[in-house]
């Protein structure tokens, strides 16, 4: 079930962050076009209800626009590292290359099919699909973990807010689900 205004108050009420204003239309629309991508419904909902902060783990959506595009280019970084050193290689992608650099040619252009990671707290991100319900996923380099079937579902297991929602089958996700 989408992620409603009123659960996302609620939601970030219970957080032990504080909590300011939510994002207008323009500035999630300026975020959207300044780094090409769309946040997903729940994500999206969440924000415009209040953002999170306090701690440097919740990303900054007003701040540094240099911060926020290492932040988000962090997932695809941390899998061109593991194609270079330590041999990660999908066989969707093919032959792997014989050099370092024709592998992380191919794999860049393979991961740019991949839809954008969107930070949500730390290392844990939200997918840019127009989907709700979602999975929030846990990714450091080639290890992807999935923290919440959902927005909320993650917002309960990581800080212990909202209600635990029965565990559903976890939306697919191009290529990161993959990695699970």
């Known amino acids: 079930?989408?992620?409603?205004?009123?659960?996302?108050?609620?939601?970030?009420?219970a957080l032990p962050s504080?909590?300011?204003?939510?994002?207008?239309?323009?500035?999630?629309?300026?975020?959207?076009?300044?780094?090409?991508?769309?946040?997903?419904?729940?994500?999206?909902?969440?924000?415009?209800a209040g953002v999170p902060g306090g701690d440097r783990r919740w990303p900054d959506w007003r701040g540094s626009p240099a911060l926020l595009g290492e932040i988000l280019s962090a997932p695809i970084e941390g899998v061109l590292f593991d194609v270079e050193e330590n041999d990660f290689w999908l066989?969707?992608?093919?032959?792997?290359?014989?050099?370092?650099?024709?592998?992380?040619?191919?794999?860049?252009?393979?991961?740019a099919q991949a839809p954008v990671l969107v930070p949500v707290y730390g290392h844990r991100y939200a997918p840019a699909l127009d989907t709700a319900d979602l999975p929030v996923l846990s990714v450091l380099q080639t290890d992807v973990v999935a923290y919440g079937d959902t927005l909320a579902d993650y917002l309960h297991q990581e800080f212990g807010v909202g209600d635990a929602s029965p565990r559903t089958t976890l939306k697919r996700v191009p290529f990161w689900s993959d990695l699970l």
């Open 91 to 111: 066989t969707s992608w093919g032959i792997k290359p014989a050099t370092p650099d024709k592998a992380i040619g191919v794999a860049r252009r393979a991961l």
């Open 18 to 48: 504080p909590v300011g204003p939510g994002l207008t239309g323009d500035e999630l629309r300026a975020l959207e076009t300044r780094f090409g991508f769309r946040f997903n419904p729940d994500h999206r909902t969440l924000l415009t």
């Open 1 to 13: 079930m989408p992620l409603t205004q009123a659960v996302a108050h609620q939601l970030l009420r």
